[in-house]
């Protein structure tokens, strides 16, 4: 009594379309959204620190290294400007890995192998191999197969995670204007420091005063403004008006 | 009400607390030497826990260093104060009136300065007029030391000159100003009362400055047949002028439980054991500890054979400098790690100077200590420098230390030779020694002839383009994402659908399931001869239907069956005849 394979015409055309639309559908993906280019920011960050605006430039710097984290040479001004500004460099594992990297590489990578292996699993499944199989090599192959669609998955979405895009939603950066005389003057000097506050008030009492060029985590924000976080974890209201979001596609803060 | 009115005074007091003004004021611990003695300038900051105080302070005729802090929190009438104490050591380089000039002090968001201070330095050999004369204190060291005002006290047969006493441990008597020497004070209680200290001890004075305190450690000790516990509390401590330095004594107020009887008509065992084994009734007695003076010489410096690096490190250290990566590509970033171990005053550690550092971008070091004994006097400070080759390099740069050994009595220089990298993309570095012309007449290596690598600083000209969204933000990821793992999920939904159903429709599957069943029943030992040749009759009928057996195979079962139904015969059925129908049945299955 033999057993006929139940394969249809109509299962292998969706087959063949999982397999090759898994890698055509990845390329699409890292084709489009193309919005900005980080050797502009990279660009301007150098004209900004020539006419020596370094809060200005370490935010292009940020900026650039946003869109490519592994633009070593973006690093490497970013950590000069902020020395000279003596503001430390947030260092974090993500940001290591993907300074190594390119997030959006290590997100291709796992997805093509990860789907791929999903699409090879569907077709064991599909021609009943297994069962009633007794053959050892086709169980290897087997575990082999579940053992890269887990491990693909799994590095899509490590690449996801170490994107820096993901968290620079909710960051900003303290860089308040210069004042006017200075502005009259077309010097570019902003204040040294902005106050974090208690309250979102005016008179409200001062909890720090945070240096210009510094990162801070975007928490809410209600009119004129600010509710954030700094590095070192305090909490407090800023005013709206000296924050710049490190996307600037993002609804500026008014 | 009464309550609430209280409260809400108390809360008030405690927020107007929580808000003081922040100060900084600068004082002279002298403000007439002779010249050659050194003068302490402590700049307090108060209301503020930290501040920016710079590390040197130029002034004309004085040299001004930082040599330490200290700070203190004070709550008094739930008013919490705190301050902090920058101490540096000014040492006159000329005589005359000479001006401290204002230190600028950052804290709390605010820069502020200090007054500028007169101090007069007169000729060498003249006494200082209003220099404070130390008290000596009469007690003998190690003597039991308790205030007057519980001497005065009824203390309940209870002795107070037994209760306890102090000793202050300094290994050496004789050392250099700015040299950190440890100390430890040690507070006896006797064992048979409980005591808890009332703060942190009290030592230090005029030209001293101690380190705080760690926690104490808690031992028993045996003195003169009488069990103590002992208190012992470690701190580092540096002079900061020289000549005979008088100590006064170290403190430590403490409330030790003293018993009292029990009242009348209550029976102290009982009591007693309801309190878990304590005494049921004591009563605090406070009482302040304390040690002998102490007597000191301090030597200054010696300023013959001084390098010009030295920064004032005092003690015995060794250098050790090593690199990662050491395998780099040209613009990548090196850390180049120094390490000094040894003892000495590693707070006020500057790092090694590096020395040959053409064709490295040095940034300003990152500096951590990991002390090896309870004092951290001894231990390893590791300052990393991150470094970037600006041009073809092959090692990095070396680095030098200068401290003076108060055992050796000299001044020392550690060296740390250049450490050799591999430098990708790099053009070989001449040698610096190599004073004779090249192989090929002094001509120049020629440069590598690998792709140009970015180098920081010069402008970018290509231009690539990426989205600003994640992926998880990006619609067209999201949606090719969820399609596959929908298409995944249906398709071997309809697969496994497919299967059952086809599993279950055809009836070959189904009649082989009927016959496995029928089997598997025949093997049980509890049927009985009818039922048995029941079962197995039915299976060759299916067999026979399925015409994978002929009839003449199994024409014994199903004649033996008629028989047992219709004949008048007895029948028996043997284990090894049961046994031999159930394989024949097996054998025509298998032939399927």
Redesign the interface.
């Known amino acids: 009594?033999k057993r006929q394979l139940?394969i249809t015409r109509y299962?292998l055309l969706?087959?063949f379309f999982?397999l090759l639309?898994?890698p055509l559908?990845?390329m699409?993906?890292s084709q489009?959204?193309?919005?900005?280019?980080?050797?502009?920011y990279?660009?301007e960050a150098?004209a900004e620190k020539d006419a020596g605006d370094l809060p200005a430039a370490s935010l292009a710097l940020r900026r650039a290294l946003?869109?490519?984290p592994t633009l070593?040479?973006a690093q490497?001004?970013l950590?000069?400007v902020l020395?000279k500004m003596e503001l430390p460099m947030e260092s974090s594992w993500q940001q290591k890995l993907a300074s190594r990297y390119a997030p959006?590489k290590i997100?291709f990578v796992g997805?093509v192998i990860g789907?791929s292996a999903?699409?090879i699993l569907?077709v064991i499944?599909?021609l009943?191999i297994l069962p009633s199989t007794k053959k050892p090599k086709r169980w290897r192959l087997f575990f082999l197969v579940v053992f890269l669609c887990l491990v693909g998955h799994a590095i899509s979405v490590l690449?996801?995670i170490i994107?820096p895009?993901?968290h620079a939603?909710y960051e900003v950066v303290l860089l308040p204007k210069p004042d006017a005389k200075a502005a009259l003057e077309h010097q570019p000097d902003r204040p040294a420091?902005t106050?974090l506050r208690a309250t979102p008030a005016d008179a409200s009492?001062?909890l720090?005063?945070l240096p210009t060029g510094s990162c801070l985590i975007l928490l809410s924000q209600h009119g004129v403004w600010s509710y954030v976080r700094t590095a070192t974890g305090q909490e407090g209201w800023v005013a709206s008006g000296s924050l710049e979001f490190l996307?600037?596609?993002l609804p500026k803060a008014r | 009400m009464k309550y609430s009115l209280f409260i809400l005074l108390l809360f008030s007091n405690i927020c107007f607390a929580s808000s003081p003004s922040v100060n900084a004021t600068a004082t002279l611990s002298r403000n007439r030497v002779a010249a050659g003695e050194v003068v302490q300038l402590d700049v307090k900051v108060t209301g503020a826990e930290q501040a920016d105080v710079p590390p040197e302070i130029a002034a004309e005729g004085l040299q001004i260093k930082l040599t330490g802090q200290s700070s203190q929190v004070q709550m008094i009438n739930f008013q919490v104060s705190s301050s902090v104490i920058y101490s540096y050591i000014v040492v006159p380089l000329k005589t005359g009136n000479l001006t401290v000039p204002p230190v600028t002090v950052r804290a709390e968001g605010r820069m502020m300065k200090t007054t500028p201070l007169q101090l007069a330095v007169i000729g060498s050999g003249s006494a200082s007029p209003n220099a404070p004369s130390q008290q000596v204190s009469p007690m003998n060291p190690g003597s039991a030391t308790l205030p007057s005002r519980l001497a005065n006290q009824p203390s309940n047969n209870v002795d107070p000159g037994r209760l306890g006493f102090a000793e202050v441990v300094i290994p050496k008597k004789k050392f250099y100003v700015g040299e950190v020497v440890p100390v430890e004070i040690r507070f006896y209680v006797d064992a048979h009362y409980g005591f808890s200290t009332m703060g942190p001890p009290n030592f230090g004075g005029e030209g001293v400055l101690t380190d705080r305190f760690k926690d104490p450690e808690q031992s028993r000790e045996n003195r003169n047949n009488l069990i103590y516990t002992v208190a012992t509390f470690r701190t580092l401590f540096a002079a900061v002028k020289t000549g005979v330095l008088d100590i006064p004594p170290a403190t430590l107020d403490i409330a030790v439980a003293i018993p009292e009887p029990t009242p009348v008509g209550i029976d102290p065992d009982l009591f007693s054991r309801l309190m878990g084994g304590r005494s049921p009734l004591v009563r605090q007695h406070k009482m302040t500890l304390k040690t002998s003076a102490t007597h000191c010489e301090v030597m200054p410096l010696p300023s013959e054979g001084r390098p010009a690096d030295f920064s004032g490190a005092i003690g015995q250290f060794r250098l050790e400098g090593s690199v990662a990566p050491q395998k780099v590509d040209q613009g990548d970033p090196v850390t180049l790690s120094l390490k000094l171990s040894g003892q000495g005053n590693f707070q006020a550690l500057k790092g090694p100077q590096l020395t040959e550092t053409q064709g490295w971008r040095t940034y300003p070091p990152a500096d951590h200590f990991e002390a090896t004994d309870v004092f951290g006097w001894r231990g390893v400070k590791t300052f990393d420098t991150t470094m970037i080759a600006q041009q073809a390099v092959t090692a990095t740069p070396g680095s030098s230390f200068s401290y003076f050994d108060p055992i050796a009595t000299k001044y020392v220089t550690l060296k740390t030779k250049p450490l050799p990298l591999e430098i990708s993309n790099a053009t070989p570095a001449p040698t610096p020694t190599a004073g004779a012309p090249s192989a090929a007449g002094g001509a120049t290596a020629s440069p590598s002839p690998a792709a140009p690598k970015l180098v920081a600083g010069e402008r970018l000209n290509q231009k690539t383009e990426r989205s600003w969204k994640d992926p998880l933000h990006q619609k067209e990821w999201v949606l090719t994402w969820l399609a596959f793992f929908f298409g995944s999920v249906v398709l071997i939904g309809i697969f496994a659908v497919r299967a059952y159903s086809q599993r279950a429709r055809s009836p070959l599957d189904q009649e082989r399931q009927r016959l496995e069943e029928l089997i598997a029943e025949l093997e049980k030992e509890e049927l009985s001869i009818a039922e048995f040749y029941d079962k197995a009759a039915t299976a060759a009928e299916l067999f026979l239907k399925q015409g994978v057996a002929d009839v003449a195979d199994l024409e014994e079962i199903l004649r033996r069956r008629d028989e047992i139904h219709y004949g008048a015969r007895m029948t028996f059925l043997t284990a090894p005849e049961k046994e031999r129908l159930i394989k024949q049945l097996k054998k025509v299955m298998g032939n399927e």
């Open positions: 009594m139940p299962s969706i087959i999982l639309g898994v559908a990845a699409s993906v489009k959204s193309k919005t900005a280019s980080p050797e502009e990279y660009n150098l946003v869109l490519d070593a040479v490497q001004e950590q000069e020395s959006e997100t997805t789907w999903t699409a569907i499944f599909f009943q690449g996801v994107d895009r993901l939603r420091t106050p009492s001062v720090a005063q996307i600037p596609s």
